[in-house]
Every structure is written in C-alpha cells, then in structure tokens.
C-alpha cells in the first residue's frame, strides 16, 4: 500500500485555556482511537512537531488513498469534534531508510574514492 504524510493542527475547537493535547475535551477517546490505528498499522509514524503553537502534528499512514485517509480520520474523535484538523496531505513514497536505499546515481557521475 502507498504511504500519506499527514499534518494536522489546532481546529476550530481547540480550547486555548488548555495548552496540551491531553489536556483537551475528549483526550481519552482520541488516545484510545489512535493506539488502535497504530495496531491497525493504519498509523506507521507519528508525533507532534515542535515548534508551537500552533499544536500540529505529523502522521504517516498506510493506505490504498486519499479517500481513505481522509474518511478513517474523519471517525478519530478529536478530528470528529474539530479539535483537530487536516491541514496537509501528501502521498509519500519511500526512498530511503534505514533497511532501503533506491537512490539513482548514474555511475558515470560517481566518482567512488580517491585518485
């Protein structure tokens, strides 16, 4: 399956009295719904970016498309109740890893240890 890069933000019910996600209206819920997308392996990678606010977050997810990505957030409650929102999507294709490198270099331009 293709994998999607997901950033998501502060939505329109974000309580600004409360500076932390865990500290927000429904957190239970959210926390319980994520870990399942993450036994799912729905969620591959993900985690909040560091510089905020805005709170934002980047999610990969492992999904046939678009479409699918979008209707199985729309169901996680925080996403449900607009205390968070998509701001991004991008279809993410892996190049390289740890386990995989598919770089291209033309050998002719590679020019390997020293002469």
Request: hydrophobic share 35%; glycine share 6%; with cysteine.
């Amino acid at each position: 399956m293709p994998y999607f890069v997901v950033i998501q933000e502060q939505g329109p019910s974000w309580d600004d009295k409360k500076q932390f996600p865990w500290q927000q209206k429904g957190w239970d819920e959210h926390s319980k719904f994520i870990r399942a997308l993450v036994s799912e392996r729905f969620i591959v990678l993900g985690g909040p970016l560091k510089k905020w606010p805005p709170i934002r977050d980047l999610l990969i997810v492992d999904a046939p498309d678009e479409d699918s990505v979008r209707s199985r957030l729309a169901e996680e409650p925080f996403m449900h109740s607009g205390v968070l929102k998509i701001i991004e999507l991008y279809p993410w294709e892996i190049h390289y890893s740890l386990n995989v490198c598919v770089l291209s270099i033309p050998t002719e331009s590679y020019q390997g240890g020293s002469k």
